[in-house]
C-alpha cells in the first residue's frame, strides 16, 4: 500500500517513521510520503490560508494550493487511483471496520487541514472520504491522520506477527477486549484471575469472551445490539 500525506507540518507526521508503522515501512509492507502543501504556493509568503467568506473567526485553506499537490501527487501513478481522505470533526465516524475497508485500499491519500479548514470545493472536487476520529475538536487534520494510518497498517498482511492478535481486537469480534495480565502471579497482593493459569484452554477462551461481554455491557452496551449473542451470551450480559 502506498499512502500519501499532505500538511504544512511534515514533522508532525515523524512518528510514522518509528515503532509498528516505521518498521512496517522499512520492510516495504508500506510507502509512505509526506509532502508539504507550501511546496505547491508561488508567493513569497507562501501563503495557503485566506479569510472565510461570509465572515467568521479564522482562516480557511485555499482552494489552489490542495488542487495543485493533489493532481501533481496523483500524476506520479497514472495506473492508480488513489482514495482521498480528509480529516474532518464533522466527517463520518472512523472505526475498526472502516480501517478494515481503508486497509483494502491500493493507495490512501491524506489531506490534512488547518485553520478553519479546507475550502469546501476542494472537497466536494477530490475528497472519497470525510473521516472523524471522535467528537472532539482537534487544531488540524495531522493526528487524526496518525490515528488511522497507524489503525490502517497494522491491519495490512505482514505487518502483526501474530496475525490472531489482530483477530483478538477489541471490536475484531464487535466486543471491547478484556484484561489482559502476565507475571508475576501476585503482584502488590493482586492475583491474576486463576482460570488464566489453569492450561484449560476452553475455559480460559469462555472466560475471556464474558469478561469481553461484561466490559461491554458496562462501557459501550450499545455495542451489544449489533452483534449476534449466543444464550450463553445473553446470560453473562443479563448477569
Ligand atoms: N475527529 C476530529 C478531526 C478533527 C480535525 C480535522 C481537521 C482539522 C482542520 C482544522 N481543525 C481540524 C480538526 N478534529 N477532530
Redesign the pocket.
Known amino acids: 500500500m502506498r499512502i500519501d500525506v499532505v500538511t504544512i507540518f511534515p514533522d508532525y507526521l515523524r512518528p510514522l517513521e518509528l515503532a509498528l508503522v516505521g518498521r512496517a515501512a522499512s520492510r516495504d509492507l508500506v510507502d509512505i510520503q509526506t509532502h508539504d502543501l507550501r511546496a505547491w504556493t508561488h508567493d513569497v509568503h507562501r501563503t495557503v490560508d485566506d479569510s472565510p467568506y461570509g465572515g467568521g473567526p479564522g482562516m480557511v485553506?485555499r482552494p489552489e494550493p490542495w488542487d495543485a499537490a493533489l493532481r501533481d501527487i496523483v500524476a506520479r501513478d497514472p495506473s492508480r487511483r488513489p482514495r482521498v481522505v480528509?480529516?474532518?470533526?464533522?466527517?463520518v465516524p472512523?472505526t475498526q471496520s472502516y480501517a478494515a475497508e481503508l486497509a483494502e485500499q491500493d493507495w490512501l491519500i491524506f489531506c490534512?487541514?488547518?485553520?478553519?479548514?479546507?475550502d469546501g470545493r476542494v472537497v466536494d472536487a477530490w475528497a472519497d472520504d470525510e473521516?472523524?476520529?471522535?467528537?472532539?475538536?482537534?487544531?488540524?487534520?495531522?493526528?487524526?491522520t496518525l490515528v488511522m494510518v497507524e489503525a490502517v497498517t497494522r491491519l495490512l498482511p505482514g505487518v502483526v506477527g501474530n496475525a490472531e492478535s489482530i483477530i483478538d481486537d477489541s471490536f475484531a469480534h464487535g466486543l471491547l477486549e478484556g484484561p489482559v495480565y502476565t507475571r508475576p502471579p501476585v503482584w502488590e497482593g493482586r492475583a491474576v484471575p486463576e482460570i488464566l493459569r489453569s492450561g484449560d484452554h476452553a475455559a480460559i477462551a469462555r472466560w475471556r469472551r464474558e469478561e469481553a461481554l461484561r466490559r461491554t455491557r458496562r462501557r459501550r452496551p450499545e455495542l451489544l445490539d449489533r452483534i449476534e449473542l449466543s444464550d450463553a451470551d445473553r446470560a453473562v450480559v443479563a448477569s
Open positions: 485553506m480528509v480529516p474532518t470533526p464533522a466527517g472512523f490534512c487541514g488547518r485553520y478553519e479548514g479546507i473521516i472523524s476520529i471522535g467528537d472532539y475538536v482537534l487544531a488540524g487534520g495531522e493526528v487524526a
